[in-house]
């Protein structure tokens, strides 16, 4: 059964300390196998061809940080975090992200994190399809 399948775009817990809804544990368990669905062009590729796909696995209640995986295909891509910060844990794939005045480039690959701030702009040249898990979250 897929995540999807299983628990939807939100996922509900048991109701936990003090409130909080507790996460399945069991939905971040193996990462590599979610099933992100359809691939789609990528909205800001600047190589032709390029898609995209992902899942997310958990959203707060008031929308404003999300848990997914999310897969690339082989390109270059501009990409703009100016309403909010994103975590990336590269799961497989490589890529090359650089800053959008150019002055700072990090490749990264499987098991790298990888933090862009709430205001970063910048571009991923993907060498290698890419999965990773991501965390974005508006402050």
């Known amino acids: 059964m897929t995540c999807r399948a299983r628990c939807g ?11 909080q809804i507790m996460v399945n544990l069991e939905t971040f368990g193996d990462l590599a196998k979610v099933d992100t669905g359809e691939f789609a062009p990528k909205p800001t590729t600047l190589t032709e061809g390029q898609t995209e796909a992902a ?27 100016t309403g909010a910060g994103e975590y990336c844990h590269i799961i497989h794939g490589r890529a090359t992200v650089r800053d959008s005045d150019g002055s700072r480039a990090r490749e990264i690959g499987p ?29």
């Open 55 to 81: 899942v997310t696995l958990w959203s707060s209640g008031d929308g404003r940080t999300n848990i997914g995986v999310w897969e690339c295909t082989p390109g270059h891509f501009t990409a703009d975090r």
């Open 111 to 139: 098991g790298d994190l990888l933090v862009l701030p709430q205001g970063w702009t910048g571009e991923w040249i993907i060498h290698e399809h890419m999965r990773k898990l991501f965390i974005i979250s508006a402050t």
């Open 9 to 19: 775009l939100r996922i509900e817990g048991e109701i936990g300390v003090k409130g």
